[in-house]
């Protein structure tokens, strides 16, 4: 603007027509020409004078000499043996108040620090080492970037406590459109709720969602790829955006967020300290936002609430025909007898991951178990009150899997009879669960008291007679016994009474004997 100036005053304009062009203040192009004067740029009497505007970019009037800068301030003493120190870490790209907060003496003020810099040129070391950071363009309803921030503290009525209040923003990349949701928690089903609820508010969703690496949207942060939150990527997908957590400490690519969140600050500070509950400090940040999208933006000098209407609205991809189901997220670890608890309920996973800490994720019907973004176990999620684990057949010990195997049964009771595998089986279909199972086991225990042919015979005269249980077929199997002994007892009773022999009386050979030596 002052080349402008200095070239109509040169060409011979007016104060009050340069004024009107360039929409300048009289007073300062007044200033302007007694500067063109002093540098010969004009001559006293206003017309071309004797020296010659230098070529643009070169400036017309050199920069005026602070001359504080050429003063020695008192704590220069104190900052000189550390010049080296200082040096070093500017060339190596630091910038100056990281050297500044890093300074290894204390007591050094910043007016002081920056004075010592610019009075030993140290001020621009090192500036070929930061490099340009580059402007990130976004086209209409490519981005929305999102962050968290503390707002304030405020009581709630739920823990009777005071807690910090926070707040989420989202700002589209494009239009710069801002919206800010206040919650008392920054947990993963609370930031999915307050996300789906700027979707609604954009009638649409963005091709992209740009964040930083909180544990709600990453489980762990890389600069080259993150391992992400599997509740954000099952939600992401839902929705058809793609997550894009930047890499760790490079705020610079999401400035355009970085920045609002003290704004937002500033917009609440004329609220005051007077806690009035959520929703109204809900309201106010809400009517606040509404004047602050319709004033021009500071960097793209458009209004954003136009622009997000007129230009980006239309870009932004349908909302699916169904809301997303937000599920609970919960960080367990795996327990010695291999379950996870979720919600006072336990879910089996393999013995490998005892001790681990896994993401589990459940909604009304189902629970979903992941370990390092690895989907490891799926279970129906556990209604009955009186059920509190979930076991699967495959992550029981051998022996307890065979205990659940009805196969099991009945290939022992084949190899007792048929009669035995039939009565097995319409035991088994009575679906009692457990009830039905001891009487089986009864039933094959039998083996170790009778031969296979008796429990055969038994267990067909059990199923003819419709008694399926272990007492019907011990009870028939008991009588059968005491019917044999009956019999065996009744013939020796006979073979005793025909034979007629006494303790004390001498068998008939004896007498024969003695008969035979007296007569000879």
Known sequence: MERKIVEHLIAGASVNSIACSLQAGKRRIRVLRDRAKEYKYLSETGGRGAAVLPSYPEPIFPDAVDKRSLQASPQEPTLAP????????????????????ELPVKGIGRSSFYRYLERYKLNRLGEEYRGVIPEIIHQPGEALLVDWGKLCNGYDPASGKIR????????????????????????????????????????GVAARVTSDNPKCFALEASRFEPLLNPAYERFAAHYGVVIECLPPRDPEKKGKIERPIPYVRRLYE??????????????YIDKKLVIANERKHGTTLRRPREVFAQEEKGRLKTLPATAYEIERYHDGVVREDGHVRFCNKYYSLDEQYKGKTVAVLGDSKIVSIYHQGKLLEVHNRITDRNQTK????QHLKPWEQSMLDDSMYRRRAAKLGPAVDAIVLAIMKQGQGFVDTRKIWGVLSLDKSY?????NAACEKALKLGMLSYRAVKGLLEAERDRQQAATGAAGEMRKAGRTEHKFVRPLSEYEEQISLLLH
């Open 390 to 393: 979930s076991t699967k057949p």
């Open 270 to 283: 004329a609220h005051g300290d007077v806690w009035q509950g959520m929703e109204e400090a809900q309201g």
């Open 164 to 203: 910090a209040v926070w707040m989420f923003a989202g700002v589209l990349g494009y239009s710069r459109y801002l919206m800010v949701r206040l919650v008392w928690s920054n947990d993963v089903e609370t930031t999915l709720k307050v996300m789906e609820s700027m979707f609604r508010e954009m009638e």
């Open 451 to 455: 031969p296979a042919d008796k429990i």
């Open 82 to 101: 550390h010049r080296a120190w200082m040096e070093e870490r500017l060339r190596a790209g630091w910038h100056a108040v990281t050297v500044f907060e």
